[in-house]
């Protein structure tokens, strides 16, 4: 989706004009820019965050040339999604159906107990018996 798609999109569903939808986004797109920049980051709950990262210096290859480059320290803009939109992708929108230790831990299903359970590790032996007697 490009930006003129986005813009045409919230245009339609909301019934605001093009052009004031495009400066919203726009200013958007530039409040975000200018907050990263100064070493702000921007957090949109449920959505995810806008966050800065520091890189350190590092060795590269020039493969074709056969040199070596350092890369210096730098700033690289980074954008965290949230848990919330990582699952609605992960899933296109449908739940994820519940783990075992999810349910255990809401109640809704009991475990065992020892004497249901069923034996757990090596049965007993005769030697055992005896060595543990004496």
Do not use: W
Not at 1 to 8: C, F, G
Not at 52 to 67: C, G, H, L, P, Y
Not at 93 to 106: E, F, N, Q, R, V
């Amino acid at each position: 989706m490009t930006k003129a798609e986005l813009i045409s999109l919230i245009s339609k569903s909301s019934g605001i004009e093009k052009t004031e939808v495009s400066f919203i986004v726009a200013n958007f797109m530039d409040i975000v820019k200018r907050s990263l920049d100064e070493g702000e980051n921007v957090y949109l709950r449920g959505f995810g965050s806008f966050i800065v990262k520091k890189r350190a210096e590092k060795k590269a290859r020039n493969i074709s040339k056969n040199t070596t480059i350092t890369i210096p320290e730098h700033n690289a803009p980074v954008f965290k999604p949230a848990k919330a939109f990582l699952e609605a992708v992960a899933y296109r929108g449908k739940k994820p159906a519940k783990t075992l230790s999810d349910t255990i831990a809401h109640g809704r299903m009991k475990l065992k107990t020892s004497s249901d359970a069923a034996p757990y590790g090596r049965k007993k032996t005769k030697k055992k018996d005896e060595k543990n007697k004496k």
